[in-house]
Every structure is written in C-alpha cells, then in structure tokens.
C-alpha cells in the first residue's frame, strides 16, 4: 500500500531524512517510534506530500505523486491525498463551523458531494467515532478528545486507503487521551492500513503489526512489537525504551 525508496528531506542546511526506506503493506499497523527531532513527523508528512522530499519516491497503492502530468501537478498531489487521511497533534478545526460542518466540508468542495449525499456520510463517521450527538455543536463548545474525534471523522470521510496518525493524543490532556486511542484501535481491528507515530508505548504494544524504530533520520530497528519491545537489536533502541513508560 505504501513503498518508500530512499527518501531524504532536508530544511536549509539540515538534513532530517537520511535515506528511508520502508513498506506497508495493506492493513497493517506501523508504529513509528523514536525521540524528538528523529525525523518521525517529517516522513508521515513526506508520505502525503505535505513536505516534498529532496530525493526518492514515495508510491500510494502503486502511484507516485511524482509520476503525474506536471501541468495538472496540484490536481494529481489533491488527489493522491484524497486515499491518504492524516489526523494531526492538532485539530485543525474550522472555528466557524459545527462538527458535522466541518466533516461535510472537504466531501463538497474536494469531492463535489451534493450536501445531503455529504451530510449522510458526515453523520455516518461521526456516528462512527461516538460523536454524533454532538453534530451540531461548534469546536469551542467541545472538549479537545472530542475535537479530536471530529478530526478523525473528516479524515475518514473521504474514504482514505491509508491513515496517518502524527502524535494524535499529544495535545491531549491525560483524562482525555484513552477515548481518542479507543477509536485510533477501533479503527485498527477494522483493517485499516494505518501509520502512526506515538509516544504511548502501551497504545503501540497492543495495536502494531510492526514497530518501526527511528533516529537521527534513519531507521535504526523493525520488528513485531514482541520482539522490539523485550528483545530489541540496537543498543540505542535499548535505551530509548528504558527512558519510557508501558
């Protein structure tokens, strides 16, 4: 589902991404794992083109964001991104709008929905993540897990072949992060093909097919989460671990 060759990304003078390469495969569940400024956001980023790599080439389902007519570049990119659903640290909420509104918007403008059609689905996802009953109210009159869930509910909407998940729980205040995960792993038993970078260690023992390991912008380990979590390879993966919790 997703194949990435030597992927390199580098800011300025900085290089974050030092040559990844990594599979997904369809339905299975990755945790990217690794400290701060490993280059974990960066390469969920580079997967949907929201950062464009330096080198290397990315495919969704076997297209590339590369490989379309450079005249209609933007229209091909706003495509591919339509199969790939990204739910970040923050909401990204529409201030203005209530939360069926803000699942409705990307159905009508994107995908050219007519608003009842767009409204069904809206409601359906919504439905899905337990926020229905709140449909109508606006971001500020919800709680930062519920404005999370809404967020999830956008994204699944455009009926994505892949999610990404950057850090979804980390703005979170504690109470609040076991409802967001419940979805994230209500999602998983379902089949959906999934990347997510996290720092919670019990959330990513119990719902990874594989975890991937990063630092200093390269993968350093990968392995099913009951080899890398009581049998790591790596000296420095040892040692994150002993610094975590789970």
Excluded: W
């Excluded at 919800?142 to 909407?157: F, P, W």
């Excluded at 792993?185 to 720092?199: C, D, P, W």
């Amino acid at each position: 589902m997703i194949e990435i060759k030597g992927l390199f990304k580098q800011f300025n003078n900085v290089q974050v991404l030092k040559g990844i390469d990594l599979i997904v495969k369809e339905g299975e569940k990755v945790v990217i794992l690794g400290p701060s400024g490993s280059g974990k956001s960066t390469l969920l980023r580079c997967i949907n083109y929201l950062e464009t790599p330096t080198k290397g080439e990315i495919k969704i389902n076997g297209h590339s964001f590369e490989n379309g007519d450079k005249k209609n570049k933007e229209k091909h990119i706003a495509q591919l991104r339509t199969e790939v659903g990204m739910v970040f640290q923050r909401f990204n909420l529409f201030h203005h709008l209530n939360a069926v509104d803000n699942v409705m918007a990307a159905l009508v403008t994107i995908k050219g929905l007519s608003k009842p059609e767009a409204r069904s689905i809206a409601e359906a996802n919504l439905k899905k993540v337990g926020m229905l009953e709140k449909a109508k109210n606006f971001p500020s009159q919800l709680s930062g897990g519920q404005q999370q869930r809404v967020a999830i509910a956008r994204a699944l909407a455009m009926n994505p072949k892949v999610m990404l998940f950057d850090e979804s729980t980390s703005a979170l205040d504690p109470e609040l992060v076991g409802e967001v995960l419940r979805v994230i792993k209500n999602l998983a038993e379902e089949g959906m093909t999934m990347v997510m970078v996290t720092h919670e260690m019990k959330f990513a023992k119990d719902v990874a097919d594989r975890i991937v390991f990063m630092d200093n912008g390269i993968v350093i380990e990968e392995a099913p989460p009951e080899i890398f979590f009581n049998n790591p390879t790596t000296e420095r993966a040892n040692q994150f671990l002993l610094q975590e919790s789970y």
